[in-house]
């Protein structure tokens, strides 16, 4: 079945350093979704990429969708202790798909 | 809108018992997802049911079921407990399809049901 691999799995950043996370597929993806996940909580949703080559910015964070649309990045700016989590690509194949998630990348400020 | 409640919020059991978990969605979602969470595997799908059928379905074995009821509730129930399904249950719920330009909706999910099997 389709996979979705995501990484880093941990990343350990001092306040203010920069964060990237990528998730790769060896198929071509119909979309991708990214949420967050704070120590304790649940996921909550961040954004949707549809589009090949798309890029959209929330403030500090910048998700991009690859060319052929088979990976995507999620970049964090100038961390801050609230960007504590952990942050899930997600994706669809395609209609009738159940929504795959990678692994996670577990992200710690340290301040 | 209240968001999507799962009841209950943790659970003790020991080996060989079953359980039943229960998730109310979002009022006027109708898909309903259920997905398992522990420390090494991330967050496994189990199933997604809409409209009281199930449309997909994880690689879980047999012990794992679920259904949905005509007002999208949904309970999922594990029979004969092993030490392996002690996990974060997560329920999630949606529109389901597509959302227009190709997206698809966002999922929403519930606080979870953290069960223990002893």
């Known amino acids: 079945g389709q996979q979705v691999m995501q990484i880093p799995q941990y990343q350990h950043v001092q306040e203010g350093e920069d964060f990237t996370t990528y998730c790769n597929s060896s198929?071509?993806?119909?979309?991708i979704q990214w949420y967050k996940q704070r120590p304790g909580g649940h996921p909550v949703f961040l954004i949707q990429?549809?589009?090949?080559?798309e890029v959209k910015k929330q403030k500090r964070l910048t998700f991009q969708f690859g060319e052929a649309k088979k990976n995507s990045s999620l970049h964090i700016t100038a961390t801050q202790t609230t960007d504590v989590g952990t942050y899930f690509c997600?994706?669809?194949?395609?209609?009738?798909?159940?929504?795959?998630f990678g692994k996670g990348t577990r992200l710690s400020v340290i301040a | 809108k209240a968001g999507v409640t799962q009841t209950p919020r943790y659970l003790i059991k020991t080996r060989g018992q079953q359980v039943t978990l229960s998730c109310s969605p979002i009022s006027g979602h109708r898909s309903v997802s259920w997905y398992q969470q522990t420390p090494g595997q991330g967050l496994q799908f189990l199933f997604e049911y809409f409209s009281e059928t199930q449309r997909n379905k994880g690689n879980f074995p047999g012990r794992f079921s679920g259904r949905q009821f005509s007002n999208s509730r949904s309970e999922m129930n594990v029979s004969t407990l092993e030490l392996g399904d002690s996990a974060l249950y997560l329920c999630a719920s949606s529109h389901p399809g597509l959302a227009g330009g190709g997206a698809y909706n966002e999922q929403f999910f519930g606080p979870g049901t953290r069960l223990t099997v002893l």
């Open positions: 997600a994706a669809f194949r395609s209609g009738n798909t159940p929504l795959v």
């Open positions: 198929t071509t993806l119909s979309n």
């Open positions: 990429l549809v589009k090949s080559g």
